[in-house]
């Protein structure tokens, strides 16, 4: 069955390789399973349209706009439930709903079209609003509190680390020079002065991408900590998964993707032994399978939502005897 997608909804938020999530990780239709980014639920619906009646999905975002479209699925379909919070502490928050085990996690890493479309988050430079940029909105830490304080190597690293930049230093150093910033047009001004302008160009074409694209990346990624939530969420999810449980991962960067598939492949792999010692063949099994290769959204889905062009799509199967909880 297609996935349902309602493109009408207000604040809609496309999901991205529905018929391939829907497809990869419903390998039971009677089970357990969290969609650890709810965003609006996209792939929320998708999932629930192949589970079961005596199926169960969970869904798990930590903001609070985010949670409240979640509260409303809730409402409509009983086989579903929001929790808010971060999907690093994912095992805490499904044991408080008396969750121990699942069949399957869903992770949608990034930020959500509501999330980028709404001026007064702060996330895009596309439209005046306040730099905010955190997408828990009881989080301390917002965009602006943390470039108006920090130190100018501290902003070059995170601009490098989380965004590639290469004028990281020079953009830096504006910044430095020119806070307090309260607005996304103000520092995407400051970055589009600070990078000199035959740079922009890539092979004798102007760059369709604004100046401020891998900076504005780079300092959200930062604000809310999203490796550190991408490395740890990987781990507690598969720590989480019953036997035969999958967790699939769609990202849309490669420095993202490069620490799914690094996790992935180890996960797949035996497990390095000492070679002399005898060995217990169970502790020589590798905790997981990978299940088909690393998938990217078709041509079709991509004219439809230029979004999933940098999509990618990896899913690991938790192999039965594997411990590796
Ligand atoms: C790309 S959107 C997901 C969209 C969703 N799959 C859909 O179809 O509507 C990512 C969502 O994950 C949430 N999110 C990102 N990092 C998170 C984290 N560490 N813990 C909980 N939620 C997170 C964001 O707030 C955002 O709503």
Do not use: C
């Amino acid at each position: 069955m297609a996935p349902s997608t309602d493109q009408s909804m207000p604040g809609h938020h496309a999901p991205v390789m529905a018929t391939e999530v829907v497809e990869k990780l419903l390998h039971l239709p009677d089970g357990t399973y969290i969609d650890a980014t709810f965003g609006r639920g996209g792939h929320s619906r998708a999932l629930l349209s192949g589970m079961s009646a005596t199926a169960r999905l969970i869904g798990i975002d930590r903001d609070q706009d985010a949670h409240a479209a979640g509260v409303l699925l809730g409402q409509a379909d009983d086989r579903f439930d929001i929790v808010r919070g971060r999907f690093s502490e994912i095992k805490v928050l499904a044991a408080q709903i008396g969750i121990t085990a699942v069949e399957g996690v869903l992770m949608d890493i990034g930020v959500s079209s509501p999330q980028l479309d709404d001026p007064s988050r702060g996330f895009s430079f596309r439209a005046d609003g306040p730099l905010d940029m955190r997408m828990d909105q009881s989080q301390a830490l917002s965009a602006a509190e943390w470039l108006n304080s920090a130190e100018r190597d501290e902003i070059a690293q995170v601009l490098r680390e989380h965004g590639e930049e290469r004028f990281a230093g020079r953009i830096a150093t504006q910044i430095v020079r020119q806070r307090p910033i309260a607005t996304t047009t103000e520092l995407a001004e400051i970055i589009a002065a600070a990078v000199p302008p035959p740079k922009r160009r890539t092979k004798g074409q102007l760059s369709t991408k604004h100046p401020a694209t891998k900076s504005f990346q780079a300092i959200r990624i930062f604000v809310n900590q999203e490796r550190s939530e991408l490395e740890l969420g990987l781990d507690a999810a598969w720590s989480l998964l019953s036997a035969g449980g999958r967790l699939g991962i769609i990202t849309f960067h490669s420095l993202e993707d490069r620490v799914v598939k690094q996790r992935f492949k180890q996960l797949s792999e035996p497990p390095q032994l000492p070679r002399r010692l005898p060995v217990r063949a169970i502790d020589a099994q590798p905790e997981g399978r990978l299940v088909g290769k690393a998938m990217r959204a078709g041509a079709k889905e991509v004219s439809n939502n230029p979004r999933a062009r940098s999509a990618m799509f990896r899913v690991i199967e938790k192999l039965a005897g594997s411990d590796g909880g």
